[in-house]
């Protein structure tokens, strides 16, 4: 082949590959703007106010996930009718919970070459209280339950709790003084009773007593999980039971719900939901069949709620905490639910 031939195909293949870019941009685009637009068979959802103040009602403060201009919105539904009417509130956040008046939203702020993250403490009307830069991508957030601890936790490293080569930061923030740990690798770890100091120790998934002073997490170390129990005010954290993660306390303070890596399932799947008593560290498996990559919700102390992938990216369903009955769903296109009396 002459010098000129192999010039003439190099040009054309740069033109496919041109080509193929420019349509994969189009379908991307396209594909978005799709999302901008509401499905006839999609939840019905209208701007409104959205408050978070405790006695306006028992309702569901969410993530809505519904296509349509208020697609990632902050909504609130009737705990009634999960199914019905939403309200949109124009905030948009990719973690977020709340209790007491307090709400805690974890957002992207899009830059033109890399995204940044904050944590924006809201008060009871949405509006901004302060906010805190975040070193990695948002992945979990707690509200104590009187409102003055808010905990988050973002992967610096990895995107995945699926694999093992992942990192996380957890925070854990006063809001009644502002007083932040940054980490809650500056506590003092206790494994299995004897003071812990790995540089592989990651924490997440906090979730917090009514005390205001202790909370529940996973500890990781080792490639395995741990649940541990925090003191803020010793700064201390201690494992009480192995592969634990993402744990959620009950309303009674009696019992957590968490995933558990079950042997045998695929890499990618690998979790089971299942409940411990605290008082007796019996674990009992709840009758969720399907993979669960989330921390769980308390709708009571009966029953919890959780998020599992949609048509619109996740749904969300519940299930008995005791292992009877089976899961329903409760609401499409919803994410980080928080019930609010």
Same mark, same amino acid.
């Given at each position: ?7 003439? *195909?190099?040009?054309?293949?740069? @033109?496919?590959? @041109?080509? *193929? ?7 991307? @685009? ?12 999609? $939840? ?23 296509? %349509? ?8 539904? +009737?705990?009634?009718? $999960?199914?019905? &009417?939403?309200?949109?509130? =124009? ?19 899009? =830059?033109?070459?890399?995204? /940044? ?8 009307? #949405? ?10 991508? $948002?992945?979990?957030?707690? *509200?104590? &339950? ?58 997440? =998934? ?27 005010? +010793? ?6 039971? $192995? ?22 399932? &695929?890499?990618?799947? &690998? ?10 560290? @019996?674990?009992?498996? #709840? ?22 992938? %949609?048509?619109? %990216? ?13 899961? /329903? ?13």
């Amino acid at each position: 082949m002459t010098l000129r031939n192999k010039i003439l *195909v190099l040009v054309a293949a740069l @033109a496919v590959l @041109a080509a *193929v870019a420019a349509a994969s941009v189009l379908h991307a @685009a396209d594909r978005e703007d799709q999302k901008n637009r509401p499905r006839s068979d999609g $939840p019905r959802v209208t701007a409104g106010a959205v408050s978070l103040r405790p006695g306006s009602g028992p309702r569901i403060v969410f993530r809505s996930m519904a296509w %349509g201009p208020h697609r990632d919105e902050l909504a609130t539904v +009737a705990a009634g009718d $999960p199914a019905g &009417p939403r309200t949109a509130s =124009g905030v948009k956040c990719l973690r977020f919970y709340a209790a007491a008046g307090t709400g805690v939203c974890l957002q992207a702020e899009r =830059g033109t070459m890399t995204d /940044s993250y904050r944590a924006v403490i809201l008060d009871d009307r #949405l509006k901004e209280r302060a906010h805190y830069a975040l070193p990695g991508i $948002p992945t979990r957030a707690r *509200v104590s &339950p009187n409102g003055r601890r808010v905990a988050w936790t973002v992967f610096v490293g990895g995107d995945s709790y699926a694999g093992t080569n992942f990192s996380t930061r957890t925070a854990v923030l006063d809001t009644r003084t502002g007083q932040l740990t940054a980490s809650l690798e500056e506590f003092t770890a206790y494994l299995n009773g004897v003071e812990h100091h790995s540089a592989d120790t990651n924490f997440w =998934g906090v979730t917090f007593a009514d005390d205001d002073r202790h909370f529940y997490a996973t500890m990781a170390t080792g490639g395995h999980t741990y649940l541990v129990r925090g003191d803020l005010a +010793a700064r201390t954290v201690t494992s009480l039971h $192995p592969n634990v993660e993402c744990p959620s306390l009950s309303p009674d303070g009696t019992r957590v719900v968490y995933k558990k890596r079950v042997p045998g399932l &695929p890499a990618d799947a &690998p979790w089971r939901l299942y409940a411990l008593d605290l008082a007796t560290m @019996a674990e009992t498996a #709840l009758a969720e069949p399907r993979s669960v990559d989330d921390q769980v919700v308390w709708q009571d102390d009966h029953t919890v709620a959780y998020a599992l992938a %949609g048509d619109y %990216g996740t749904d969300l369903y519940t299930v008995p905490a005791d292992g009877t009955g089976k899961p /329903s769903r409760l609401l499409t296109a919803g994410l980080a639910p928080a019930y609010l009396p």
